[in-house]
């Protein structure tokens, strides 16, 4: 099985930076992408990143273009989720996720998911 683990949550301001890190272990050989999803008190879930581990290609959501960015390490087990100018409007729990389409942007499209880990951004 895949197991998902997420790092890298916390308190910053407005305007400020955080960078998630998610690890995968376990058979991750038929996980074709990785992504972030969030979610926010009383919301669904959000699609905010994806990348395929075969070619780096990438996918955000509009709310976030341009200000994060989604990428891979270490054999690409590991997907980092760079947050530039923060907003309190990403305050949301971040959840990393692996799956076997290309580049899934609904939940149901994952079939793994780590914990969560929180993001608080401040005003």
């Known amino acids: 099985q895949v197991h998902m683990v997420e790092s890298g949550g916390g308190l910053v301001q407005a305007g400020g930076s955080l960078r998630l890190s998610c690890e995968a272990s376990g058979g991750t050989f038929s996980m074709y992408a990785m992504g972030w999803f969030r979610q926010a008190p009383g919301k669904e879930r959000e699609f905010v990143a994806a990348i395929t581990r075969s070619s780096s290609s990438t996918s955000y959501a509009a709310s976030v273009k341009g200000r994060f960015t989604i990428s891979t390490h270490n054999a690409k087990n590991i997907v980092y989720l760079q947050m530039n100018s923060l907003k309190p409007e990403d305050t949301a729990v971040y959840y990393c996720?692996?799956?076997?389409?290309?580049?899934?942007?609904?939940?149901?499209?994952?079939?793994?998911w780590g914990q969560g880990t929180q993001v608080t951004v401040s005003s």
């Open positions: 996720a692996a799956g076997s389409r290309v580049l899934p942007v609904y939940a149901y499209e994952y079939a793994y």
